[in-house]
């Protein structure tokens, strides 16, 4: 099975930082890459999907890149509401699989 | 507006069985696959099980593999995760989430909690 290595695990921040998170795959997996938002007692939020697209409602300042095993979340200008987790997830063959979580905090 | 929403946790012992239901709403059910995640207390996600749009095709996890069986009524817009022989490992929130074919989850529900304890 691949297995994402999601990195850091934490990281402290401060309002209007610029934040870069990575997900390396232990095999190629072309672009079937998404990334997530979860909140404290609240759902997974979509952000980016197929590696590099922006979810319908994201904020701009979130970007995604990569392809193949290294693929990574940006945020261009840390806000207020973008303290959370984040996760990277792998798609394929109707099989998923999660990187181990990046929490954000405030510095 | 689409929604998804799980029920049929609670707090069960160890070695006996729970079932978990998803009901969706909003959507073309038969359009998607859906996919059951769940989040240990203060763990990240783990992928569960996952079944394709017509039913006809299933996907475990290893870590369950032999005791879960999901499982979905396209009739009655449902898709039902069968837990059997559960663990105090498997104490979690367990999230339903729907994907358009061989993709990401781009709806989840609110989860439901299963505890495992004697």
């Known amino acids: 099975d691949i297995q994402m290595t999601q990195s850091p695990s934490t990281l402290s921040a401060s309002i209007g930082d610029r934040l870069t998170i990575t997900c390396r795959a232990s095999?190629?997996?072309?672009?079937?890459v998404a990334w997530y938002q979860q909140k404290p007692g609240r759902t997974p939020k979509l952000l980016i999907y197929r590696a590099s697209n922006l979810a319908s409602g994201v904020p701009s300042r979130f970007s995604g890149r990569g392809s193949g095993t290294e693929f990574t979340l940006t945020i261009s200008s840390l806000q207020p509401d973008d303290f959370a987790t984040y996760y990277c997830q792998l798609y394929n063959n109707y099989r998923w699989t999660f990187g181990q979580g990046t929490k954000v905090e405030i510095k | 507006q689409v929604q998804l929403v799980e029920s049929g946790g609670g707090v069960v012992q160890p070695g006996r069985s729970l079932r978990l239901s998803c009901a969706a709403s909003?959507?073309?059910?038969?359009?998607?696959?859906m996919h059951w995640v769940r989040q240990a207390p203060g763990q990240g996600l783990e992928w569960v099980a996952s079944i394709s749009y017509d039913g006809t095709n299933q996907y475990y996890s290893d870590s369950v593999k032999g005791r879960v069986t999901i499982s979905r009524d396209n009739s009655k817009n449902t898709v039902a995760l069968q837990m059997n022989s559960l663990r105090a490992e498997d104490t979690a929130v367990f999230y339903c989430a729907r994907a358009w074919g061989d993709s990401y989850g781009d709806y989840w529900g609110q989860g439901t909690l299963v505890t495992v304890s004697s």
């Open positions: 095999e190629s997996s072309s672009t079937w």
């Open positions: 909003g959507f073309t059910f038969t359009n998607y696959a």
